[in-house]
């Protein structure tokens, strides 16, 4: 009799530091759901679907990757279907689960949280990314921490310019 053996889950987290932005003004970026492609440098739209369970929240993600040229000129759209598990205000952090996708992914729940730095709200703040997820055919977990990395620092970077030139908070005035 043949046994298989199954892999086990990937586990993983990142965390970045955020200079000048308080937790209190990182939050808010972070809280809405449906606006992940603003702060995800690879995410080219994010935005809320319907489905037949209206107490479920699912949103639709999208990278547009370019022709290549074994792709005949026509672009390719990596997608998924990202429900929404928690969201905690008190805690700043929110949980999602990765439902459909094209990208191969079978199963993966990511947690966000945003920390203030050394628990002083006074010197910036840190995103912790982590995951829990099946392995990925194609990749290695090295290969999904290092896109998981790449893709906070991004994301971070993208929020502190976004801070800094609005109005929001005294982060814009203290810079």
């Known amino acids: 009799m043949a046994t298989q053996q199954l892999e086990s889950k990937w586990e993983g987290k990142s965390i970045v530091d955020l200079k000048h932005p308080k937790a209190e003004q990182v939050w808010p970026l972070l809280e809405d759901f449906f606006n992940f492609h603003n702060w995800l ?3 080219d739209t ?23 040229s ?9 997608w998924c279907h990202e429900k929404l598990l928690t969201v905690d205000k008190i805690e700043r952090c ?16 990511s947690t966000l949280k945003v920390f203030s730095s050394d628990g002083d709200d006074e010197n910036g703040c840190q995103i912790e990314w982590s995951f829990v997820a099946d392995p990925i ?9 290092g ?9 971070a970077e993208n929020m502190e310019k976004a801070l800094k030139s ?4 005294d982060f814009a005035s203290s810079n």
Do not use: W
Not at 70 to 78: H, R
Not at 94 to 101: A, K, R
Not at 166 to 169: I, N
């Open 166 to 169: 609005s109005k929001l908070g």
């Open 46 to 68: 994010c935005h809320q679907i319907n489905c037949d369970n209206k107490d479920e929240i699912i949103r639709y993600c999208a990278s547009i990757a370019p022709p290549s």
């Open 94 to 109: 929110l949980s999602y689960e990765v439902l459909d996708n094209n990208i191969g992914i079978k199963s993966y729940v």
């Open 137 to 145: 055919d194609g990749l290695t977990l090295e290969l999904f921490l």
């Open 41 to 43: 440098p690879n995410i």
């Open 70 to 78: 074994s792709d005949d000129g026509e672009a390719i759209t990596k």
């Open 147 to 155: 896109y998981v990395d790449s893709s906070l620092q991004g994301m």
